[in-house]
């Protein structure tokens, strides 16, 4: 990195998304806040975590870091970060996928630096390769600026490998493909 170029995310494909705009006014009152993520994912709702985008190609979302998220010592628990992953790319590859079934079978997390107590990380899903059988996505987790909530370190970066399964689905996957649908911004 050139001395004086304080952009972390110089380039494309590591670039966060920027913050998401407010709420509209017309919100539907029956769509509380963080609904969205519930319906989604309830580990990461449970955790604090919003999505503030879903779609096919790119899966987004922030999550402060509260003492439920923090290991011992302050700082955000490694496995914090591997749900955050498996979890946003999972939905991307559910998306991408037209809505088949997915698992992970494989998960890689390199921790580069730690996200302390009071921190906002924010986290970016985009596919690395999209097959019909296989995809890889690539999860990257940024400490953000606090004013600002661009992207400021980056956090942890990693690879998830998802099976793309039989396009029939349980009875329950129904409401949950509904939900993704509802909150996907297509």
Known sequence: M???????CSSKRTKPPPPPPPPPAGKDE???EGEGTVAADKALHALG???????????AGRLPVTDT??????????GVSALVAESTASVGAYMASGYRRVAGVQLSVNHLRPARLGDVVRAQAAPVQLGRSIQVWEVQIWRADPSTEECKDLVSTARVTMLIKNPSTPEEMS??????????KL
């Open 69 to 78: 998220c923090c290991q011992p010592f302050g700082v955000l628990n490694g």
């Open 175 to 184: 409401t949950h493909e509904a939900s993704i649908k509802k909150y996907a």
């Open 49 to 59: 975590f919003e999505f503030t985008r879903i779609d096919a190609r790119e899966v």
């Open 2 to 8: 050139a001395a004086g170029n304080d952009d972390c």
């Open 30 to 32: 029956d769509e509380g």
